[in-house]
């Protein structure tokens, strides 16, 4: 069984940063990639960023040049570093893992964390 356990959301004021981890555990082969979604009240889950095992990045148009998403292969993790945050990004940010099973080519499955809180106040 695969966890994707999330940390790092929290109060925070408009300009401000955070910093969110996700660390994935359990028995599988690889992480083809890993990203955050968020989602509000009343909205729908959108993506935020996502990173692949190979580095490639996309971001939503809404965070770029304030967003930086990065992984530490070894650690099986990933990081969001949030600067200039803005009252908009007020959301639960969930953590996504598209996660290789075994090394059978379509054995490939996606994980959700339990989700973050991140409010920025204004």
């Known amino acids: 069984q695969v966890q994707l356990a999330e940390s790092g959301g929290g109060l925070v004021q408009a300009g401000g940063s955070l910093r969110l981890s996700c660390a994935a555990s359990g028995r599988f082969f690889s992480i083809n990639a890993m990203g955050w979604y968020r989602q509000a009240p009343g909205k729908q889950r959108e993506l935020v960023a996502a990173i692949t095992s190979g580095g490639p990045t996309n971001y939503a148009d809404s965070v770029k040049g304030r967003f930086t998403i990065s992984r530490d292969n070894a650690k099986n993790t990933v990081y969001l570093q949030m600067n200039s945050l803005k009252p908009e990004d007020t959301a639960v940010y969930y953590c996504?893992?598209?996660?290789?099973?075994?090394?059978?080519?379509?054995?490939?499955?996606?994980?959700w964390g339990q989700g973050t809180q991140v409010t920025v106040s204004s």
């Open positions: 996504n893992g598209r996660i290789r099973a075994t090394s059978t080519f379509w054995d490939v499955y996606d994980y």
